[in-house]
């Protein structure tokens, strides 16, 4: 299935997109998901890494599932305030 | 008053947002873009917002600030875009009965806000030189900790 | 600055007086006539003030914060005479270059400023009585202790 | 000697004035002056010994020496804020 994964700050810099279009298999986690995305995009991967995912506006887990029509964004350690 | 926005913050108007007869103390907590950090010069930030995901998450912010202390009034507004010196780039209001819990809820509101909520600075160092701010000095808390922080979110 | 004052007191001009490059946070604290305590409804309050010596002794903690913490610029305001329901009695506002200062010194200084300032509170209570307010069930630090609180003064 | 006190808050009123002048010896000490005022003005004598004293605008020992000419304050418990 195709999911699309929102980036920004030094992520969305780095690949000149807010946003990235993957192709996951059905029941993919998040963990596969980041490991997927860092192999299409090693320049991302000491980034990823140190991000986190979030489903839906929610902080997920790395066992958390991917849905077909969620909306995923790579969350950089945040920098606010 | 929950507010992500790409204007001057306007403080007063944050602090008179909490206003309330029931207020004994308000404490209002502005941060602005300093000009050094150790040697180094900054002229200017820029943020960047998840914007839906972030007004959510300063929602149950505030939401959880309002079940630990005995709130009136709360408002976060954050900035983002350019800010230039000595501009506000996040304003924080609390209004409670008496002074300690405006302290501490304004308090803990931009901490929480500092790991939890989906914006992030990028330094215009005097040099040239831009940076975005991802810290990793510190370790973050896991994604599942930041859903399950006391008092549920 | 340090005022005391019978007029309105205009916390954005407070907050601006403590504007700094140097300070990436300022904190800004606002006590108001609150109208319940308990369940007692005030309808309004008046402060009285030894002027000349309170504004040496909020010069005295100002004198005593600023060797504690960091901090970049200090205000202290304070009302007197009458002042209305949700209307500000105090406001105090430090600008430091890290927000945990800002937020530390601003409740010293409120703190301290209600041990040993020489104002004192009226309360007009709403059944037409009228009490001045002189504390007495926290023991009151001794005025040897006063003149030799940490840091001097 | 005689040295003039200021009054203020519930001392003031309950005085209807805000300056007392007292005659006291010379070599008085704060903690006599008191005892002095309280013998003279009952009605503040609760108020009084819970009440600080400031010499020139500092808070004074009970065993500090009162002068002619001091600038003298009866500071009832503060309650500003």
């Known amino acids: 299935m195709n999911i699309k994964i929102k980036l920004f700050a030094a992520a969305r810099e780095m690949n000149d997109t807010g946003e990235l279009t993957l192709d996951v298999p059905v029941g993919c986690v998040v963990k596969e998901m980041k490991r997927m995305v860092s192999d299409d995009y090693p320049n991302m991967s000491e980034l990823i890494m140190r991000s986190a995912v979030s489903l839906n506006r929610e902080f997920a887990t790395d066992e958390s599932v991917v849905c077909e029509g969620d909306e995923i964004a790579l969350i950089p350690p945040v920098s606010g305030g | ?153």
């Open chain 2, 1 to 153: 008053m929950i507010l992500i926005t790409d204007k001057t913050i306007d403080t007063s108007k944050v602090l008179n947002s909490v206003k309330s007869n029931l207020a004994g103390a308000s404490v209002l907590f502005v941060g602005t873009t300093r000009q050094f950090t150790g040697d180094k010069e900054t002229i200017q930030l820029e943020y960047e917002c998840y914007e839906s995901m972030a007004v959510e998450k300063i929602q149950q912010l505030v939401d959880i600030a309002e079940s630990k202390w005995n709130i009136e009034q709360c408002s976060v507004v954050h900035r983002i875009g350019v800010v230039e010196l000595g501009e506000a780039s996040i304003a924080v209001a609390v209004s409670t009965g008496h002074r300690k819990e405006s302290f501490e809820a304004a308090a803990w509101l931009v901490d929480e806000l500092k790991i939890q909520v989906p914006i992030w600075k990028k330094e215009f160092w005097a040099d040239g030189k831009t940076e975005w701010v991802h810290p990793n000095g510190v370790p973050r808390p896991s994604p599942k900790d930041l859903n399950s922080i006391e008092g549920g979110g």
